[in-house]
């Protein structure tokens, strides 16, 4: 028999590492990184929720640095001057 005949359960994960809705990020990219996990069921008790990818984990990851980065870049060029200090050219 061939990989076409063969039952979803020869190939799936049986009893993967699951998610909470309320979990943390960054909870949730250790814990698939340390269980070599690409996708995560989110349950709530006994109600799938949903599924969560790497992907959509390292997105978020590279939104909030954006973010950040662009927060800081704001802070530095709107740095307070102190008295007497000139505008650098």
């Known amino acids: 028999a061939g990989w076409a005949e ?5 190939a799936m994960l049986s009893g993967p590492m699951i998610a909470s809705p309320d ?11 340390d269980h070599h996990q690409r996708y995560l069921p989110v349950m709530d008790g006994n109600t799938l929720m949903g599924v969560v990818s790497f ?4 997105k978020a990851v590279l939104e909030e640095q954006s973010f950040e980065n662009r927060m800081l870049k704001n802070y530095i060029r709107n740095w307070p001057r102190e008295p007497g200090e000139e505008d650098e050219k």
């Open 55 to 58: 992907h959509d984990v390292a």
């Open 23 to 33: 979990m943390e990020m960054d909870a949730l990219r250790r814990l698939m990184v």
């Open 6 to 10: 063969m039952p979803v359960e020869a």
